[in-house]
């Protein structure tokens, strides 16, 4: 009987980790890197990006943007770190296109916010830095 728990727990370990994996990897279609932010390095834009941020993403993204909101210890998977380098590598349109289309635990604001909103958070994220 013992035996047969250490393989339950063992495979549902193992199922819990490669789930983890498997959705820790967000990559947008290709498509999406081809689509330009009309708001790039517009100062009024990313001022509102930092508004609509701190009203919508820090209570998982956090404050700094480092994936450690209040609600993070919550979620799996746990929310981007908009600090390092690997969002940094993204195209503003695959940035875009994962927030008007998300993926569980995070929303789609396809109908939530406007086009342009998501362009002014895209262009807030992008500002972030370490």
Request: proline residues 5%; glycine residues 6%; aromatic residues 8%.
């Amino acid at each position: 009987m013992k035996t047969k728990n250490k393989i339950v727990v063992a495979l549902v370990l193992f199922v819990g980790f490669v789930n983890t994996k498997a959705q820790s990897t967000w990559v947008a279609p290709k498509n999406a890197d081809v689509i330009s932010n009309p708001l790039k390095n517009d100062q009024t834009a990313i001022k509102k990006g930092k508004t609509l941020y701190l009203q919508l993403c820090a209570v998982c993204h956090g404050d700094k943007g480092k994936g450690d909101g209040v609600a993070s210890a919550a979620l799996n998977p746990k929310p981007a770190n908009f600090t390092i380098d690997k969002f940094h590598k993204q195209t503003d349109g695959a940035v875009f296109w994962k927030l008007t289309e998300g993926k569980p635990p995070m929303a789609s604001y396809k109908e939530s916010l406007s086009i342009t909103q998501r362009w002014q958070l895209v262009s807030y994220l992008k500002t972030i830095k370490k």
